[in-house]
């Protein structure tokens, strides 16, 4: 079992920028992908970026050039750094790690952007 800790949460106006973090502990090794969800209030949980054990980078269309998803891979750390906020992306964030098939989340942080 892998845990996760989300941290870097907030409340920003539209355009600022939030940079969350997640940590892990437990079964860490063998995780080959690790990324960020985020729910809004009434709406289903949504993807918003993922990386790969290589590196590879996945967004979703409404987050691409504003958002960065970064990992470091010793460390089984993963950061998201959010630019250019917008009011509509308001949401509890989560941290997600797949281990072999197996997904774990996090707690989830609250990111609040005002207008």
């Known amino acids: 079992q892998v845990q996760l800790v989300e941290s870097g949460g907030g409340l920003v106006q539209a355009g600022g920028s939030l940079r969350l973090s997640c940590a892990t502990s437990?079964?860490?090794?063998?995780?080959?992908?690790m990324g960020w969800y985020r729910q809004a209030p009434g709406k289903q949980r949504e993807l918003v970026a993922t990386?790969?054990?290589?590196?590879?980078?996945n967004y979703a269309d409404s987050v691409k050039g504003r958002f960065t998803i970064s990992g470091v891979n010793g460390a089984n750390t993963v950061y998201l750094q959010m630019n250019s906020l917008k009011p509509e992306d308001t949401a509890v964030y989560y941290c997600?790690?797949?281990?072999?098939?197996?997904?774990?989340w996090g707690q989830g942080t609250q990111v609040t952007v005002s207008s």
């Open positions: 997600t790690a797949d281990r072999l098939g197996d997904r774990s």
């Open positions: 437990g079964r860490v090794f063998s995780i080959n992908e």
């Open positions: 990386i790969t054990r290589d590196q590879r980078r």
